[in-house]
């Protein structure tokens, strides 16, 4: 009795709450792939669990995915006299560092601090890809001026980021 309030104590305690159904579900999926490996001598593969259960394919993935444990970032995945690798190592995005995003506020408030002919020519330029003399067209100016305004703006802005 005391193991059973155990459970259910950290079952509703959990920091990740399975529903009731995905939970019966996932031990129909696993009674399944008992009895199809003890059938055919092999485990059998998410689609013909899911066709022995009448259920779709993704709903087994879903369910076996839903009772495993949860696993720390910081779990050691590998060791090697000492060194060791974690499971954070292993899904990092090299793209999206702290440094990235410290880069990414600076532009933004460099950004904030031109004028709007400034953010308009930059905008047409760099996000749009048109060309200085589509640029001069659009705005109203000739190239010449366009060129000089985007040099300024880019000096601008990369002395307003390293300030």
Same mark, same amino acid.
């Given at each position: 009795?005391?193991?059973?309030? !155990? =459970?259910?104590?950290?079952?509703?305690? #959990?920091?990740?709450?399975?529903? =009731?159904?995905?939970?019966?579900?996932?031990?129909?999926?696993?009674?399944?792939?008992?009895?199809?490996?003890?059938?055919?001598?092999?485990?059998?593969?998410?689609?013909?669990? *899911?066709?022995?259960?009448?259920?779709? =394919? @993704?709903?087994?993935?879903?369910?076996?995915?839903? $009772?495993?444990?949860?696993?720390? !970032?910081?779990?050691?995945?590998y060791s090697d006299a000492? /060194? #060791?690798?974690?499971?954070?190592?292993?899904?990092?995005?090299?793209?999206?560092?702290? /440094?990235?995003?410290?880069?990414?506020? *600076?532009?933004?408030?460099?950004?904030?601090?031109?004028?709007?002919?400034?953010?308009?020519?930059? #905008?047409l330029r760099f996000y749009?890809?048109?060309? @200085?003399?589509?640029?001069?067209?659009?705005?109203?100016?000739?190239?010449? @001026?366009? #060129?000089?305004?985007?040099?300024?703006?880019?000096? @601008? $802005?990369?002395?307003? $980021?390293? *300030?």
């Open positions: 009795m005391i193991a059973g309030e !155990l =459970r259910r104590f950290l079952r509703d305690h #959990s920091a990740l709450r399975v529903s =009731r159904s995905m939970r019966d579900t996932a031990y129909r999926v696993l009674q399944a792939k008992e009895k199809l490996t003890a059938e055919t001598g092999r485990e059998p593969d998410m689609e013909t669990i *899911a066709k022995t259960l009448d259920i779709p =394919r @993704q709903e087994v993935v879903f369910a076996l995915e839903a $009772i495993c444990d949860p696993v720390s !970032l910081y779990e050691p995945v000492g /060194e #060791s690798a974690c499971v954070m190592d292993q899904i990092g995005d090299p793209r999206n560092t702290d /440094e990235h995003w410290l880069e990414q506020i *600076a532009l933004e408030e460099a950004m904030r601090r031109l004028t709007a002919r400034e953010k308009r020519i930059l #905008s749009d890809g048109h060309t @200085q003399m589509e640029v001069a067209k659009e705005v109203g100016i000739s190239q010449a @001026q366009v #060129s000089r305004l985007e040099k300024n703006a880019i000096r @601008q $802005i990369k002395k307003n $980021i390293s *300030a």
